[in-house]
């Protein structure tokens, strides 16, 4: 499976970007990292470019919302719905119910929402949920 990767907008969170890369390819993946500060555009670009089975964003400095908005237009406009869309890391700045978060950004077309869920624990859901949407 290809999925592309990366930190969304104005994050610089390298270190947690590179235990994501490092963890996708442990698990078999084939991964396009595009590293940080990277606009929802090019997720996109790049997803087309390599057709990707999952984009998987990553945001730790809490902004990713104002960043992740016009996914549902772009997933129109190029016909992206067999790509899974995955954010995860912190959502928010400040307390908010998790429950809320995942709610906000399925709103936005994200099939999988991980707001402050552990690497390991995310990345096994995401492998089951693709398991389960596979048979």
């Not at 089975?53 to 237009?73: C, K, Q």
Request: proline share 1%.
């Amino acid at each position: 499976m290809k999925v592309v990767t990366g930190v969304v907008g104005n994050d610089v969170h390298v270190v947690a970007n590179r235990l994501i890369d490092i963890s996708l390819n442990e698990r078999g993946f084939q991964v396009f990292n595009l590293g940080v500060n990277t606009y929802l555009e090019e997720f996109i670009d790049a997803a087309i470019e390599t057709r990707a089975d999952v984009v998987l964003i990553s945001s730790l400095n809490g902004e990713a919302e104002g960043w992740s908005r016009d996914l549902p237009f772009l997933k129109r406009k190029y016909n992206l719905h067999d790509i899974v869309f995955v954010i995860g890391g912190n959502l928010a700045v400040g307390e908010v119910d998790a429950e809320e978060m995942v709610e906000k950004y399925r709103g936005y077309g994200f099939d999988l929402v991980f707001h402050q869920v552990d690497l390991n624990v995310g990345l096994d859901r995401l492998e089951t949920y693709l398991k389960e949407r596979a048979s």
